[in-house]
């Protein structure tokens, strides 16, 4: 019933919410502000706003990017399309004005609490030289029952259907937690000879092989068996959504989750919005209230695609140890033959560590030599393998040249 008493509890906070959003407002006139008091409480009302939980995916705010080098770099405006909606995902296309014969790329983003718009820096330094398309996973709480189970087959078979619909030629690019249906995907492409299967396939900070310097989060997953993560983290949607009874991992335990891995932080940067609020600090705190804007937007993950993701991912290392399936189907990587393949880690990883990544090399036994290669990025964690300055200095430049050079 974890899923009913957390909604019970949102329920009975809404009229606290409601109030703080009126008197913040109430005190946004510049002539209160003078009064030391009244700012505090206006700080002290927008912290409160400000740890709002959200169900709803964020706005990717990428309306224009800036496309070409030197005197030729110039701003495009960027359109959001969906190319395919299915019931679990949409196959966004971010069109440019103007803009054609680019590589097209397909990013596979992560399930795993968040929306997609968690890989927006992602897709704006990629959108520089690449025709980007991404999965937008749907929030599985909003997905009826009559649309049917979605587990790691599905999530698989959703990369090999949007890859077709984009047609042969596309590039594929996961980031974490797909790394394994990814690899899966191409793999089983290649082995059908699909004339979409990938030209080229890059993996970042993904766990293809968690035996290898398992990290806290590899030995969460191992310390209990798969009932109890099925006992005590799977709740029934509530019935106001229209997954009504879906039965989920919602999105808040997976955020208190991530939150309990680092307390001292979080509460650190709460306090920090508050003093720069009072201190009229407006831009930074600014930077702070939209962190946690894009952190709090939570997406339910459906229960299959969590259990079995546990299960044959962290626990059992099928896809390393050659077992893994796909509708009862071996998959095997050693069927990629014309695949270009780059891993990606970062040295500092404490999600999937230096070696999890890179251990597709092995598996991918019959890509030639000069159609592989493996950086390791020095000084970033995991969430600086796809975003921040090294992301965008030294990491993208590997990936462009990989995929524009890729036969």
Same mark, same amino acid.
């Given at each position: 019933?974890?899923?009913?008493?957390?909604?019970?509890?949102?329920?009975? *906070?809404?009229? *606290?919410?409601? !109030?703080?959003?009126?008197?913040?407002?109430?005190?946004?006139n510049p002539a209160l502000a003078q009064c030391d008091s009244l700012r505090k409480l206006s700080a002290a009302c927008e912290v409160f706003m400000a740890s709002k939980v959200t169900h709803s995916r964020p706005d990717f705010?990428?309306? =224009?990017? *800036?496309?070409?080098?030197?005197?030729?770099?110039?701003?495009?405006?960027?359109?959001?399309?969906?190319?395919?909606?299915?019931?679990?995902? &949409?196959?966004?296309?971010?069109?440019? $004005?103007?803009?054609?014969?680019?590589?097209?790329?397909?990013?596979?983003?992560?399930?795993?609490?968040?929306?997609? =718009? !968690?890989?927006?820096?992602? #897709?704006? =330094?990629?959108?520089?030289?690449?025709?980007?398309?991404?999965?937008?996973?749907? @929030?599985?709480?909003?997905?009826?029952?009559?649309?049917?189970?979605?587990?790691l087959d599905e999530y698989t078979e959703y990369v090999m259907d949007f890859l077709r619909i984009m047609g042969p030629g596309s590039h594929l690019m996961a980031i974490c937690q797909p790394c394994v249906p990814a690899l899966?995907?191409?793999?089983?492409?290649?082995?059908?000879?699909? %004339?979409?299967?990938?030209?080229?396939?890059?993996?970042?900070?993904?766990? /293809?092989?968690?035996? #290898? @310097?398992?990290?806290?989060?590899?030995?969460?997953? &191992?310390?209990?068996?798969?009932?109890?993560?099925?006992? @005590?983290?799977?709740?029934?949607?509530?019935?106001?959504?229209?997954?009504? *009874?879906?039965?989920?991992?919602?999105?808040?335990?997976?955020?208190?989750?991530?939150?309990?891995? @680092?307390?001292?932080?979080?509460?650190?940067?709460? %306090?920090?919005?508050?003093?720069? !609020?009072?201190?009229?600090? /407006?831009?930074?705190?600014?930077?702070?209230?939209?962190?946690? $804007?894009?952190?709090?937007?939570?997406?339910?993950?459906?229960? $299959?695609? +969590?259990?079995? =993701?546990?299960?044959?991912?962290?626990q059992e290392y099928a896809l390393a140890q050659g077992e893994l399936k796909w509708r009862g189907r071996s998959v095997n990587p050693a069927a990629l033959r014309r695949t270009a393949l780059l891993t990606v880690e970062g040295? %500092?990883?404490?999600?999937?560590?230096?070696?999890?990544?890179?251990?597709?090399?092995?598996?991918?036994?019959?890509?030639?030599?000069?159609?592989?290669?493996?950086?390791?990025?020095?000084?970033?964690?995991?969430?600086?393998?796809?975003?921040?300055?090294?992301?965008?200095?030294?990491? +993208?430049?590997?990936?462009?040249?990989? #995929?524009?050079?890729?036969?």
């Open positions: 019933m974890n899923y009913h008493a957390y909604q019970t509890y949102v329920d009975l *906070m809404s009229p *606290m919410r409601f !109030l703080a959003e009126a008197a913040h407002s109430s005190l946004a705010q990428l309306a =224009t990017v *800036m496309t070409g080098e030197g005197k030729a770099a110039h701003e495009v405006a960027v359109f959001e399309e969906a190319a395919h909606i299915a019931p679990f995902a &949409t196959l966004l296309h971010f069109r440019k $004005e103007g803009i054609s014969g680019q590589p097209r790329v397909l990013i596979v983003a992560p399930m795993s609490g968040h929306f997609a =718009t !968690l890989l927006r820096e992602t #897709i704006r =330094t990629m959108l520089a030289d690449h025709d980007v398309y991404i999965t937008d996973w749907h @929030n599985a709480r909003d997905v009826p029952l009559s649309a049917g189970r979605f587990g899966a995907a191409a793999s089983i492409m290649a082995e059908d000879r699909d %004339k979409a299967q990938p030209r080229s396939l890059t993996l970042m900070a993904g766990p /293809i092989d968690c035996r #290898i @310097n398992p990290t806290k989060v590899n030995q969460l997953a &191992t310390s209990k068996p798969l009932d109890w993560f099925k006992n @005590n983290l799977i709740s029934p949607v509530p019935w106001r959504h229209k997954g009504a *009874m879906r039965r989920v991992y919602p999105g808040f335990l997976q955020l208190s989750a991530f939150m309990s891995m @680092n307390p001292d932080r979080h509460m650190g940067a709460f %306090k920090g919005l508050y003093q720069d !609020l009072v201190a009229g600090e /407006i831009e930074k705190a600014g930077t702070t209230r939209a962190f946690y $804007e894009e952190y709090f937007a939570v997406l339910d993950m459906d229960a $299959e695609f +969590y259990l079995e =993701t546990i299960q044959y991912v962290f040295e %500092k990883d404490d999600i999937c560590s230096l070696g999890q990544t890179m251990a597709a090399h092995d598996l991918c036994s019959s890509i030639p030599p000069f159609l592989k290669s493996h950086h390791m990025q020095a000084g970033v964690g995991h969430y600086g393998v796809f975003s921040g300055r090294r992301w965008n200095q030294q990491i +993208y430049p590997i990936v462009r040249e990989m #995929i524009y050079s890729a036969p």
